[in-house]
Structures are given as structure tokens and as C-alpha cells.
């Protein structure tokens, strides 16, 4: 996400450059980045909290 914003402010290159010097190469330990990967069980359990989160008075 962060290399996403510096792309948007100062240009690809930039952004690149930025993980170069961060040497930032992920690996992910799971594929589940996404709805589409993970699998249907999970994607069900997470959206059922989330919404439970939802309906929660914020607490300021």
C-alpha cells in the first residue's frame, strides 16, 4: 500500500526505487490476499465478523 502512494505522488520509478533501497521482496506464507484465493470457508467467517465489527457504536 505504501508503495502504492509513493507510485501516486512521485512516479513509478520512485516507488521502485523506494523497494529497492527496502530490499522489499514478500513472500507471503499464504495465498489468501483475496477473496478469489482464499478459500470460501474463510472468506464466509471473515465477512461474518466484519460485519458484527460494523455494528458496533465506534468508541471515540
Excluded: C, N, T
Excluded at 22 to 33: I, K, M, N, T, V
Excluded at 34 to 42: I, M, Q
Aim: no cysteine.
Amino acid at each position: 500500500m505504501a508503495l502504492q502512494l509513493v507510485a501516486w505522488e512521485l512516479g513509478e520509478d520512485m516507488s521502485k526505487g523506494v523497494q529497492l533501497i527496502l530490499e522489499y521482496d514478500p513472500q507471503p506464507l499464504f495465498d489468501s490476499g483475496s477473496p478469489k484465493k482464499a478459500p470460501a470457508l474463510l472468506v464466509e467467517q471473515i465477512r461474518g465478523m466484519l460485519q458484527e465489527f460494523a455494528k458496533r457504536e465506534p468508541r471515540l
